[in-house]
T-cell receptor, first 116, second 112 residues
Framework: DTEVTQTPKHLVMGMTNKKSLKCEQH?????MYWYKQKAKKPPELMFV???????INESVPSRFSPECPNSSLLNLHLHALQPEDSALYLC???????????????FGPGTRLTVL | GENVEQHPSTLSVQEGDSAVIKCTYS??????FPWYKQELGKRPQLIID?????GEKKDQRIAVTLNKTAKHFSLHITETQPEDSAVYFC???????????FGPGTRLSVLP
């Protein structure tokens, strides 16, 4: 299996809702990422997990809460979002880079989120 | 932090012509430079990458060059085809690809 999968593909939620995005990979990657991509813009890194531990949080508001329950799964819990949070949320995974190894990030198809 | 600029923002070429996209980066410690292609409504996909110890890399119709002194790198696509039409993002990483900064993107249109 050489793909990153994400569910759901589309999500519409109100500002008071709680929802979760899910990401899964079975490539043995130990680094997983969440990105946010607005229309006509590049992906922006939100969080990085290494060995199931949060290693990078790019100053993301607390209404976004990541979780990595095991080495294959990555969740993004959403609560009290704002309309400006509407975007494509991309998950990615890679082998952990090291001094002698440069590693490609594989992206999932994304979840298109609309906040009303 | 790292800052990546990319030019042009849009590029139209005739089928069969070459396309060149240029990026500059600010952090001299950056050591990994991937290029991603994103078709409309699809996920970004890596098309080629280059490491800081290499000056040029080629894969069929696609090549990337890196000038570390000037801190710029370029994507070259030869014999363009309509299916090359997409948004192309360059990126730079200072930690071997664990996290990188994307350029703003170039929308390439290949006209038949």
């Amino acid at each position: 299996d050489t793909e990153v999968t994400q569910t759901p593909k589309h999500l519409v939620m109100g500002m008071t809702n709680k929802k979760s995005l899910k990401c899964e990979q079975h490539m043995g990657h130990r680094a997983m990422y969440w990105y946010k991509q607005k229309a006509k813009k590049p992906p922006e890194l939100m969080f990085v997990y290494s060995y199931e531990k949060l290693s990078i949080n790019e100053s993301v508001p607390s209404r976004f809460s990541p979780e990595c329950p095991n080495s294959s799964l990555l969740n993004l819990h959403l609560h009290a979002l704002q309309p400006e949070d509407s975007a494509l949320y991309l998950c990615a995974s890679s082998h952990l880079p090291s001094g002698s190894s440069y590693n490609e990030q594989f992206f999932g198809p994304g979840t298109r989120l609309t906040v009303l | 932090g790292e800052n990546v600029e990319q030019h042009p923002s849009t590029l139209s070429v005739q089928e069969g012509d070459s396309a060149v996209i240029k990026c500059t980066y600010s952090d001299s410690a950056s050591n990994y430079f991937p290029w991603y292609k994103q078709e409309l409504g699809k996920r970004p996909q890596l098309i080629i990458d280059i490491r800081s110890n290499v000056g040029e890399k080629k894969d069929q119709r696609i090549a990337v060059t890196l000038n570390k002194t000037a801190k710029h790198f370029s994507l070259h696509i030869t014999e363009t085809q309509p299916e090359d039409s997409a948004v192309y993002f360059c990126a730079a990483s200072w930690n071997y690809g664990q996290n990188f900064v994307f350029g703003p993107g170039t929308r390439l249109s290949v006209l038949p």
